[in-house]
């Protein structure tokens, strides 16, 4: 219980700075997402399940705050691929090594914003050229943003354990 | 944990028929469906939040530069840096403030200048996506204001209303690519469409071919019967024309957009046009050179 409030809390902040405090801050245009950090932070945290759940609620949250006629769902679509994708693959991950994490929240970054892409252009609602060069430049803001909001979230998601298990290295 | 893969995976596929089906419904139901619906709970939810922190961000824009001098200062000085930086702040809300005054005074003077009743408020937040293009206003319903009602700011259109609760409203500006403005070139009066187009800013599509359009030819609003928007707001200058060819039968005109749509701050929504349609009584045709729009830019871009 302690746990879901806690994780949507980090939602309900990740928002509002997004929407607020880091509205203003571009990087050539392309703005940071904060959300996907988050949501590679709980994945790597707690695993697949969790992850795909955290991404699932936090794109839809952000989805309907933010969102469009005809946009809905993108966000949640995407955040819950990637929960899961980096929920899985944290089994590989062996070192502890902060580039290794740094690293795998910008690849997730430019596949968020490349797969939310794609689904949009299906819409008719975005450019391949503007798609590939928002991944890499959101990418990069992101990687400025990640040792900031990764190890908060990180920590929160240990702290809020539900059982004793194998707490990792954050 | 990852002891139970089938469960891990049943969720996914679940979770992802989830988002598509409101994917679906979203693209099918609209403005009148239940994800609209949701999504006027959301921002009606996070509008008082995000109020409150841009009340509190506002002011000290200027916060982050600042670290990098408090970082070098020595002890013995603290308190005279506290007396300055008090003193800033305060210069900078006082700043702020005269800003602000002189941007509502130009939209006031936009709203005049159509004739048409407006509502002032307050950008309270942006959209944080890379694919949306929008800002929340403190202003709702319970002040008049609906979906579909235009939104200007001193220097022009900046876009228009797309969910409305009682406290606050979503406002879909000019360069989302959802957005669709009917215009008119203010020289030749030929009409077309303003369209979003994200990274390029915005494209005046002239609805018929041979339509004389040249860089600097101002774009204007084209009112219509039935319709909300009132004519002659100004939207934009043309900065490109690039001549129709094989792909289409029309040139594609760029627009440059005379709202700084990265910036605004402070808006005026239309939420009634004057009684005689899109024609003000007096000589004052929509001529959008005319005098409070630019006075308002230049003003605004001093107080910078």
Known sequence: MRRLLVLGAVIVAGLLLESTVLAAWRLAGARPDVLVIAVVAVAMGAGPVEGASFGFCAGLIADLLFGQSQS???????????????????????????????ALAAAASLASVWL???????????????????GLLAAAANLLLTPLVYPLVRRLVARTAPAPTTVMFP | MYARPRRARMLLVLLLLASITVITIDFREGQSGPVAQLQRVSVAAFGPLQRGVSAVVRPVGAFFSGIGQIGRLRADN?????????????????????GENQRLRGTLGM????????????????SGSNFQWSVTIDAGSSRGIASGMPVLDADGLVGRVSQVTAGYATV?????????VAASLARTKG??????????????EPVQAGTDVRPGDEVVTRGYQGGVFPAGLPIGMVARVDPAGAASLVPTVTLRP??????????????????APSRPRSGQRPQPQAGPAMAATSASGGGR
């Open chain 1, 72 to 102: 809905v769902g993108v966000s949640a679509l995407v955040y819950t691929a990637i929960g899961f994708a980096v929920g899985a693959l944290r089994t590989y991950v062996t070192s502890s090594g902060a580039w290794v994490h740094l």
């Open chain 1, 116 to 134: 939310a892409g794609l689904v949009l252009r299906v819409f008719d609602q975005s450019s391949w050229g503007y798609v590939a060069r928002t």
């Open chain 2, 78 to 98: 603290r308190r005279l840096t506290a007396e300055v930086e008090q003193l800033q702040s305060e210069e900078r809300t006082y700043q702020d403030a005269i």
């Open chain 2, 111 to 126: 709203a005049a200048r159509c004739g048409c009743k407006t509502v002032g408020a307050l950008v309270v937040a942006r």
């Open chain 2, 172 to 180: 879909t500006l000019l360069d989302d690519p959802a957005s669709g």
């Open chain 2, 191 to 204: 009409p077309g469409i303003v369209k979003g187009a994200a990274e390029a800013g915005l494209q005046f």
């Open chain 2, 258 to 275: 005379y709202a700084n749509l990265g910036t605004i701050d402070v808006v005026a929504v239309v939420v009634s046009q004057p009684k």
